[in-house]
């Protein structure tokens, strides 16, 4: 472990904590807008019924569920939510499991911040050309595209969040006492 | 560099971040990065965006998140006490007695939960300690329940199917309609190797059959509204009166209903329900944002379109591909989760098994089985995690336990391939 003062220690830690309520705020974020999307589609199937203008409902609910899932992705990977395969790793343990953790977390920061870079260039090309979607609502697509790209960056500061912990203060991410995923 | 050297290093890159621990989806990004950069000068970066976006906003995965917040609430209800309750003094008659109480409660929890994992805790939480208060032998109340808890896979609505249909561009309304009559199937394969079972050990099998049996229709009324939701979920697809995504949205409203009716809805349990359900969704969306990239890096390798013609060069007969097969996914399934199987070869195999000529429903419900069969298969099998979470047993004996039902499986694939009409009938039917 690098040598830390416990000051600088203390305080890593406090932004480490404010950081993941960000996370979770995501995560709630996330939250509302599966209800939302939810909602959405009840409404749809009402309106069918009683004859009322639902035009586009489907594009919007493809678009509240992709702003969700990036809304969340940050918090599940804290929550060490996604999966990964440890039936090898299991074997190492002590500063090789260490080793090879950090170079997960390494290339997964570099992933993460690829994905939100893209993404983020996704969504200012289609401001660029005022690109609309197919559908009957005719959104432009900046719109949803962009928490989507907020929410991507949102998971690559998380990602290099647990790498610079992993760096300075290895027990608060060790995989070998953390637990691992839950599943389908 | 020739194609062969660059094919290595693409798998390669993939079993090495796979092995390594790296999370699968970002292991499928960065392999379908490093197969673009060595087959296609198209741009890598703007291809990934474009194929993220377009498949995570798509309307028919808009189904995924509501099933799973739907498994979600129900999980949080008193369904499982419920199921114990109403179907006991049914299944109590039968040679191997409350051991299909299991079998039949998973039945029905699939029915209305697409998790196979969720379907073994729901149901083991209330059978373990009943079963094992009434002298059930261990290893047959572990062995029934992580080989029904996979039915969660099969029986419509299931998650697993969601993401197949979404991988291979096949309608998922259709793909609910093939799985039903296989899922019922195998459950009853299961429900007769335990009555085998049951009367092959006569001798030694002595449990405690007293079932509380009385106000059974209290218990009855207690049972309907969780039919009434399983018939108004599925039903309602097979009518062709809603999409995969409205039944499911109309399932999450039935479900709070359930919940309400029980007694169960609180506060903290939907709100521990929503977030349960959106840490499960963005799990299982990173990995299809992995392995939509992984496809579209797998046409410009040229792996799947050359793998398709060497199997027909070969003119194997579709009984030894299918048998090839089993056996190339009961290995994978040692090592993979069902899930990322599922993504990982379709990726691969969809045009082999295309030009193949299967029906594509039909392959589906089979890869649903053979993937139940990883679930329970060690080391990576994770209704054997969940049991060993319950039980407290250790792995060796809890895989022991289970291996019965992964033959009850490999013997109804056999059946499947026989009997096609199983997975093809009902969608030919219906719609």
């Given amino acids: 472990m690098v040598a830390m003062q416990r000051s600088e220690r203390m305080m890593f830690q406090a932004l480490s904590r404010g950081l993941d309520a960000l996370y979770r705020l995501g995560g709630f974020l996330a939250g509302l807008l599966m209800v939302l999307l939810c909602l959405l589609i009840l409404y749809s199937i009402a309106a069918r019924l009683l004859n009322l203008y639902a035009g586009g409902a489907s594009d919007v609910a493809g678009y509240v569920m992709a702003t969700s899932t990036f809304m969340a992705l940050a918090y599940t990977f804290r929550s060490n939510g996604h999966i990964r395969v440890q039936l090898l790793v299991q074997r190492f343990a002590g500063a090789t499991r260490r080793g090879i953790e950090f170079m997960c977390l390494g290339l997964m920061s570099a992933i993460a911040i690829f994905i939100a870079y893209y993404m983020t260039r996704l969504a200012y090309d289609s401001y660029d050309f005022e690109e609309r979607s197919q559908g009957a609502d005719a959104i432009l697509l900046w719109i949803p595209q962009t928490p989507v790209a907020i929410g991507a960056w949102l998971l690559a500061l998380a990602v290099v969040h647990t790498l610079v912990q992993a760096i300075f203060d290895y027990e608060a991410v060790n995989p070998e006492t953390h637990e691992g995923a839950s599943e389908v | ?431």
Wanted: charged share 10%; proline share 5%.
């Fill in chain 2, 1 to 431: 560099m020739s194609d062969t050297v660059s094919i290595v290093i693409f798998l390669g890159t993939l079993f090495v971040l796979l092995g390594f621990g790296v999370w699968v989806g970002a292991a499928l990004l960065a392999t379908a990065f490093v197969g673009m950069a060595l087959f296609t000068s198209a741009p890598i970066g703007d291809s990934m965006a474009v194929t993220i976006w377009s498949e995570q906003s798509s309307w028919t995965l808009t189904a995924l998140p509501l099933f799973i917040w739907m498994g979600e609430i129900l999980y949080r209800t008193k369904l499982s006490e419920t199921l114990f309750r109403g179907l006991a003094p049914f299944l109590k008659g039968l040679p191997g007695s409350l051991l299909h109480v299991n079998i039949g409660a998973s039945a029905v929890f699939a029915a209305i939960s697409g998790s196979s994992a969720a379907t073994v805790a729901t149901v083991g939480k209330m059978s373990i300690p009943e079963l094992r208060a009434r002298n059930y032998p261990e290893k047959m109340i572990i062995g029934t329940l992580s080989g029904a808890g996979t039915l969660g896979l099969l029986i419509p609505p299931s998650i697993a199917i969601i993401i197949f249909g979404v991988t291979v561009n096949e309608s998922i309304s259709k793909l609910f309609m093939a799985a039903m009559i296989p899922g019922l199937c195998l459950a009853l394969l299961c429900m007769v190797y335990v009555a085998i079972w049951a009367l092959l050990n006569k001798r030694t099998f002595k449990p405690d059959l007293r079932v509380e049996s009385a106000h059974l229709a209290r218990r009855l009324a207690d049972l309907l509204p969780v039919l009434v939701l399983i018939a108004a979920v599925i039903g309602s697809i097979y009518a062709g009166v809603a999409t995969a995504t409205e039944a499911a949205a109309l399932g999450v409203l039935g479900s709070f209903a359930l919940s309400w009716f029980q007694g169960g809805l609180t506060w903290p349990n939907v709100l521990a329900s929503v977030m349960g359900a959106v840490r499960t969704t963005a799990m299982i969306m990173l990995i299809l944002m992995g392995a939509g990239f992984l496809k579209l890096a797998m046409g410009f390798t040229g792996i799947p379109k050359s793998l398709a013609e060497t199997i027909a060069v070969w003119e194997l007969s579709p009984l030894a591909l299918i048998a090839i097969l089993t056996i190339f996914y009961i290995i994978l399934g040692c090592f993979l989760d069902g899930l990322s199987s599922i993504v990982l070869t379709m990726a691969v195999i969809e045009p082999m098994i295309r030009a193949a000529g299967f029906d594509m429903l039909w392959f589906g419900v089979y890869v649903m089985i053979v993937v139940e069969m990883a679930q329970i298969t060690p080391p990576i099998g994770f209704n054997l995690f969940v049991l060993q979470g319950m039980t407290g047993k250790d792995m060796a004996f809890i895989s022991k336990a289970s291996f019965p039902m992964f033959l009850v499986m490999c013997f109804f694939i056999v059946i499947l391939v026989m009997f096609p009409g199983l997975a093809t009938w009902l969608p030919s039917v219906l719609s």
